[in-house]
């Protein structure tokens, strides 16, 4: 038990997945997992653990943002002895050619703001697990899922006066997406000696204006969920 989780010790599975999203949380549990159990409701922070393919793994949210997410996957890591992490999340593309609806898997990531440096002392680009982002390329093109990878820009706002604008260098450096935590994900698991991986599917589109409407978002994640946990599987 942690300050923001109410699980034992040993409920979590060595590997677990990170929806930011709760709903996102329990409807991947129901829908793909053998047996899950609830092992977590603080702060309406669901987590679980069940089955998929005989392994144990769990899925637990985190809430939005750098800040939020470090909580969930400090203490995972530390205190749950957690050895795998995989964002399964959402992201905003910075580029045409990643439509909505399409996947994109995080080759590496760059925090916007300092607050990766202030906590690691790093500032440059951070970097998944090489096995497990080949993994995940391989099953993508396995399972036929339209899928980009690339640089994704982590930002700590999502509202920004500048709007769009603030993304120019980023999309001129080649950026593919933008989301609110794959740069922590991948510094704090480098930090741990853990492996990590993020996936997101494309809700909305910074160049084009387009968008996915929230009652569909759940059925865009079959995909994403099949393939994290496939991946998962593996590790």
Not at 66 to 90: K, M, P
Request: glycine letters at 8%; hydrophobic letters at 40%.
């Amino acid at each position: 038990m942690t300050p923001h989780n109410e699980a034992d010790k040993d409920d979590y599975a060595d590997t677990v997945l990170l929806p930011g999203d709760p709903q996102r949380a329990e409807w991947m549990a129901q829908t793909f997992l053998e047996a899950p159990r609830c092992i977590n409701r603080r702060r309406g922070a669901l987590g679980f653990t069940g089955l998929f393919g005989g392994k144990p793994v769990s899925i637990q949210a985190t809430g939005i943002g750098v800040s939020s997410f470090l909580i969930y996957a400090h203490e995972l890591l530390d205190h749950y002895g957690a050895r795998t992490l995989i964002r399964t999340g959402t992201c905003g593309s910075l580029t045409a050619k990643a439509k909505l609806r399409s996947l994109v898997i995080s080759q590496s990531a760059q925090a916007e703001s300092a607050q990766s440096g202030q906590v690691f002392g790093l500032y440059g680009p951070a970097g998944p697990d090489p096995a497990l982002l080949a993994s995940s390329l391989a099953k993508a093109v396995e399972f036929g899922i339209d899928h980009h990878a690339g640089l994704t820009v982590c930002s700590d706002i999502f509202y920004h006066p500048e709007g769009r604008a603030r993304f120019a260098v980023a999309q001129a450096e080649g950026a593919l997406a933008v989301d609110m935590e794959t740069s922590a994900l991948y510094r704090i698991s480098e930090h741990f000696g853990a492996r990590a991986l993020s996936m997101c599917v494309v809700v909305d589109n910074i160049e084009t204006g387009e968008q996915t409407d929230y009652s569909e978002r759940q059925a865009l994640f079959t995909d994403m969920s099949r393939l994290a946990l496939a991946v998962a599987a593996e590790s």
